[in-house]
């Protein structure tokens, strides 16, 4: 079998592997946190990143990456490294941000933020001096001024009264540090964190049930294994095998890239493991756009899967 005939990069997940004749479906929200951030704080950045066309044409007639549809890019180019992008046409922002390495900072900087992270846990976390962690923090600010007005006024509101309120399902959870189980944390940070955590803990839930009520009735040869926080997996009938246009594998049996470096595994498959895939990838999709539209929103769900002989997410 496949999965027997090649050995992986170390990888705990190897060891859950679906029947032979199935194959491993991990599907999940893109950026969950991020979007739904966007969505509670109405920030006009934010929801035009998630609004705008991914693609912007180049002078030379060729598509590129809209930074406008891409908070990370984004945050990159106004937050991290502004000097690296001034008078730079915008569809060369994402190749800078990927090259110099913005936007790897720029990923974890968003979603520290959005907790209201402090410049010391940013110094800390980026590993440079507070007053650059400073700089990008206040350079989130104005990046995202919506957000931090949302979140400033929610999560005062939330500390006064003691308890915050979930934008989207009503449930409360006490903030103030008398009765919450985090001791020391802020009351403001501790309800902004309650008001993203909790729709994206609902939504998965709704999503799980959908999938069990609406798919796995109509198609019982799908099997729900588990929930990872935003994401679920599943096992279906398909098959898999690596992909050889990008990876190899050496005299001793561990899966390279190009270049003969380890790397992790990239696979294709058949037609019947895309039928599932994207069906489910569909139906989580649809919970999360009602959820969204529900709060007047027109940003549309996103989750992205990857399929394997194994648990590869």
């Known amino acids: ?15 859950f592997q679906p029947p032979s004749d199935k194959v491993w479906i991990s599907v999940d929200y893109s950026g969950q946190e991020a979007i739904t951030a966007a969505v509670v704080s109405n920030d006009s950045t934010m929801c035009r990143s998630y609004l705008a066309d ?28 502004p000097h690296l992008f001034e008078d730079q046409p ?38 440079v001096k507070e007053s650059v962690a ?27 009264r003691g308890f915050a309120i979930c934008p989207f399902t009503n449930c409360i959870r006490w903030v103030d ?4 189980k985090r001791v020391g ?6 309800a902004v964190n309650f008001a993203i955590q909790g729709p994206c803990a609902q939504m998965i839930k709704e999503a799980t049930n959908s999938l069990y009520f609406n798919v796995c009735s109509k198609y019982p040869e799908i099997s729900i294994l ?3 926080h935003d994401e679920i997996n599943i096992i279906a009938p398909g098959s898999c095998w690596l992909d050889f246009s990008k990876v190899s594998i050496n005299s001793k049996g561990l899966i390279t890239d190009v270049n003969g470096k380890p790397c992790p595994p990239s696979f294709l498959f058949d037609e019947q493991a895309s039928f599932y895939a994207n069906l489910v990838k ?16 027109n940003i549309k769900g996103r989750a992205e899967f990857s399929v394997g002989p194994y648990w590869v997410h």
């Open 282 to 297: 569909s139906t989580m999709e649809h919970v999360q756009t009602s959820m969204f539209s529900s709060f007047g929103s």
């Open 54 to 81: 991914p693609s912007i044409l180049g002078p030379d007639g060729i598509l590129y990456p809209n930074p406008e549809a891409d908070m990370h890019t984004l945050t990159a180019a106004k937050c991290i490294a």
């Open 90 to 127: 915008l569809y060369l922002w994402r190749q800078i941000a990927d090259k110099s390495g913005a936007r790897k900072k720029a990923k974890p900087l968003n979603f520290g933020a959005l907790y209201l992270m402090t410049s010391s846990t940013a110094s800390e976390t980026f590993s």
């Open 185 to 190: 944390e802020s009351s403001i940070r501790a």
């Open 177 to 180: 540090e008398e009765n919450s």
């Open 1 to 15: 079998m496949l999965r027997k005939s090649y050995k992986c990069i170390a990888n705990p997940r190897i060891v």
């Open 226 to 228: 588990n929930i990872v």
């Open 134 to 160: 400073s700089d990008w923090l206040k350079n989130h600010r104005n990046t995202y001024p919506g957000y931090y007005s949302w979140a400033e006024e929610y999560g005062s509101i939330s500390a006064s």
